[in-house]
């Protein structure tokens, strides 16, 4: 089973409300991530978390804010966003096995997210 | 950030008809992955390669890992109309919880 769940699935909120997007896999991996995607454009990398630990931040801005309570979850906590952050969020697992092995990552569904 | 150079960007085909698309980089990747994704939703993991050369199938779909792993090409058999979204292409460098770099993409739009 290659699933990784993400709740809520649509999600609209105000530029001062705090909302999170929850992701969740039971595959075992030791990798998660969150990818941001406009439309027609592919993914673009956020976070990376390796055996919970962030290992990549890729200069995002600190209105989003990641957490990683255990292996099986990622969240992704939102406070003061802008209409400019409205996208469709991504959460990808992967084994994170020994370095130098191929880490295949398996993505959710995503989160359609809109700032008003 | 960086994308690899997919082509075509986008196609229209006929039900029936077999389609090629393709991946190129300046860099060396050790993983080339294709992926598939339907509109509102996640991309679905199509077809890993994981060695230079390596041809591999997965039904009506195959892909090739080039020679000199900067490159990477998707060909579907006898499309379907279910074959219609956008196809990525990415790119791994070894090690760990590492980064996808993903290609710019190519929607593929079937008529029957």
């Known amino acids: 089973d290659t699933e990784v769940t993400q709740t809520p699935k649509h999600l609209v909120m105000g530029m001062t409300n705090k909302k999170s997007l929850k992701c969740e896999q039971h595959m075992g991996h030791r990798a998660m991530y969150w990818y941001k995607q406009k439309a027609k454009k592919p993914p673009e990398l956020m976070f990376v978390y390796s055996y919970e630990k962030l290992s990549i931040n890729e200069s995002v801005p600190s209105r989003f804010s990641p957490e990683c309570p255990n292996s099986s979850l990622l969240n992704l906590h939102l406070h003061a966003l802008q209409p400019e952050d409205s996208a469709l969020y991504l959460c990808a697992s992967s084994q994170a096995g020994t370095t130098g092995w191929a880490d295949t990552q398996y993505f959710g569904p995503g989160t359609r997210l809109t700032v008003l | 950030g960086q994308q690899l150079n997919q082509s075509p960007q986008s196609m229209f085909i006929q039900e029936g008809e077999d389609v090629s698309m393709n991946c190129t980089s300046s860099s060396i990747f050790n993983t080339w992955l294709w992926y598939k994704q339907d509109p509102g939703e996640g991309p679905v993991l199509l077809i890993a390669l994981y060695k230079a050369g390596e041809l591999t199938s997965n039904g009506r779909l195959t892909a090739q890992f080039g020679i000199t792993r900067k490159d990477s090409f998707l060909n579907i058999s006898a499309s379907i109309p279910s074959d219609v979204g956008i196809y990525f292409c990415?790119?791994?460098?070894?090690?760990?919880?590492?980064?996808?770099?993903f290609g710019t993409g190519t929607r593929l739009q079937v008529t029957l």
């Open positions: 990415a790119g791994q460098s070894t090690g760990t919880a590492s980064k996808l770099t």
